[in-house]
């Protein structure tokens, strides 16, 4: 029954896509990975993306669920955010996504097997 009550999950995603002042790249990773540190419930990864030779990035965050993905967004959250806040061009996009598919290569059959 768990198997089934597993597939019935929904999952989140937060993707900010931004770009940073010229060589402040390593500073916001930094940072980010402090955000990232303050996450618990609900939390199930995250990836921070950079365009090589850029200082272009995008975020991805994985959450169980939206109401721990909102519970984050709090005090210690902000403060992080806003030491972010001057290290970008123009303010990021974000935006939240729910997964629809989920493709394991681990779980997916190869052609001509």
């Given amino acids: 029954m768990s198997d089934f009550q ?3 999950k929904r ?7 931004g770009e940073f002042k ?3 790249f390593a500073e916001v990773q930094h940072l980010y990975e402090q955000a990232i540190a303050t996450y618990s419930d609900g ?3 995250a990836y921070l993306f950079q365009e090589p030779g850029t200082d272009k ?3 991805v965050i994985l959450w169980d669920n939206l109401e721990d993905m909102e519970a984050h967004e709090g005090e210690e959250q902000k403060a ?7 290290f970008f061009s123009e303010s990021p996009q974000v935006s939240v996504y729910e997964l629809v598919c989920k ?3 681990n ?3 190869k052609s001509g097997v």
């Fill in 11 to 17: 999952r989140f995603a937060s993707v900010a896509i």
């Fill in 57 to 59: 990035g995008v975020s």
């Fill in 6 to 8: 597993d597939c019935l």
């Fill in 80 to 86: 992080i955010l806003s030491k972010m806040a001057p």
């Fill in 103 to 105: 493709i394991d290569p």
């Fill in 43 to 45: 939390f199930e990864g």
């Fill in 107 to 109: 779980e997916t059959p």
């Fill in 22 to 24: 010229p060589g402040k």
